[in-house]
């Protein structure tokens, strides 16, 4: 039996995969490299050391996703193929929705079609809203402020739709907070395209000098130091964290929703110290306008996560800060 692991090419399938494999795990992936490349394939194999099954394929081509259930024995599937661009969804929302939306509902079909109903589902801590209500917990009430989000919001609830009407389902629904870091080696880690949107891929690149300075969005927040607070945590963690999931969805029937955090909140300037430490360079910055949709604070209650699927981040911040930049050196010829 295998794992299909859709868009596992990613920041955070590349990772989810490396964890797979060297649980032993038989790991399929699906990917059409819209946002990644099939380099991350070979890197995967090359840090696992083991072989994946590739289909570059798109989630929208319906005969394809049908072939992988066809060709495999596909027992769970892990779902982070979508985009996830904020911006860009409220310039293009009509191709966020279809491919999100469309991709998703054509997966579960094939699922439903191939009798394999349990799923390890990407969702994001934007379904908590402009809340500032921190902790968040499951139970926080959900709202959306861009079309990525409420894509994120509606394959929750057609998640939970399917569950009512059909109780074999399983779905564990993943609300990841501020996933940063990379792997160990170096060869693994988010390689944004053009300028970075988010802040730890663009301190790393202000600290490598391929950016003159960090605009700091807001400093005059309720928070410690005045900047925007957020829950940072280690991609390997995270991806450690579909591990866990997967063995709930083959356990348990439902549609349950887990935060991935760590539960502690980091300002901007702490990141960018803590960038500085790792680094050893001095990173210029300069405190400029709030950006617009940004809540002040937000982290996780992951008590839920902990209790359910026993799972628990254990990596700090330096250690978060110092895997970002040895991949940043690495990948940027410095
Ligand atoms: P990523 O863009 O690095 O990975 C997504 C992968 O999906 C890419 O390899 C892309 O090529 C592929 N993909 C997209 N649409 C596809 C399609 N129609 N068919 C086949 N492949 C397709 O993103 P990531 O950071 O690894 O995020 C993974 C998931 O986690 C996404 O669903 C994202 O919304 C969610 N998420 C990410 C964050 C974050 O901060 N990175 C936070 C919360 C939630
Ligand atoms: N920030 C800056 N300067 C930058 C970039 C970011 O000061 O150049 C600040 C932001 O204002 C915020 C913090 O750094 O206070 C983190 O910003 P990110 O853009 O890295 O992350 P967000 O918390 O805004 O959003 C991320 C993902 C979203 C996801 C959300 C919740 O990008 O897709 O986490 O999981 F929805």
Not at 74 to 85: D, N, Q, S, T, Y
């Amino acid at each position: 039996m295998a794992i299909l692991v859709t868009g596992g090419a990613g920041y955070i399938g590349s990772h989810t995969c490396v964890e797979l494999l060297n649980a032993g795990k038989e790991v399929v992936v699906l990917d059409n490299f819209c946002n990644s490349k099939p380099e991350a394939i070979a890197k995967i194999e090359q840090v696992a050391g083991r072989r994946v099954v590739l289909y570059e394929s798109d989630l929208l081509d319906r005969k394809a996703v049908t072939s992988v259930f066809r060709e495999n024995k596909i027992e769970a599937v892990i779902h982070f193929a979508g985009l996830k661009a904020v911006g860009e969804s409220v310039e293009i929302p009509l191709k966020y929705y279809h491919n999100n939306l469309t991709g998703t509902i054509i997966l579960l079909e094939a699922m439903a079609h191939f009798n394999c109903k349990k799923l390890v589902f990407s969702s994001s801590a934007t379904v908590y809203g402009l809340s500032d209500n921190v902790p968040f917990r499951e139970t926080h009430p959900l709202s959306a402020t861009n079309p990525y989000g409420r894509t994120k919001l509606m394959l929750e609830e057609i998640m939970r739709d399917t569950y009512v009407s059909d109780n074999e389902w399983s779905f564990a629904l993943l609300r990841y907070f501020n996933p940063i870091g990379a792997h160990k080696s170096g060869l693994l880690g988010e390689e944004p395209n053009g300028v970075p949107n988010n802040l730890l891929p663009f301190v790393a690149q202000v600290a490598a000098g391929k950016l003159p300075y960090l605009s700091v969005y807001g400093g005059d927040y309720d928070t410690k130091d005045g900047t925007g607070v957020r829950d940072y945590l280690h991609v390997v963690d995270l991806a450690i964290g579909h591990l866990n999931a997967f063995d709930y969805v083959l356990d348990n029937k439902g549609a349950e929703a887990f935060n991935l955090g760590t539960g502690r909140g980091y300002s901007v300037l702490e990141i960018v110290k803590a960038i500085e430490r790792a680094s050893g360079v001095t990173v210029p910055y300069k405190i400029s306008a709030r950006r617009a949709g940004d809540i002040p604070v937000c982290y996780a209650d992951p008590a839920k996560a902990k209790k359910v699927l026993g799972w628990e981040a254990t990596r700090d911040i330096d250690e978060m800060c110092e895997d970002s930049w040895r991949f940043t050196k690495q990948n940027s010829g410095i």
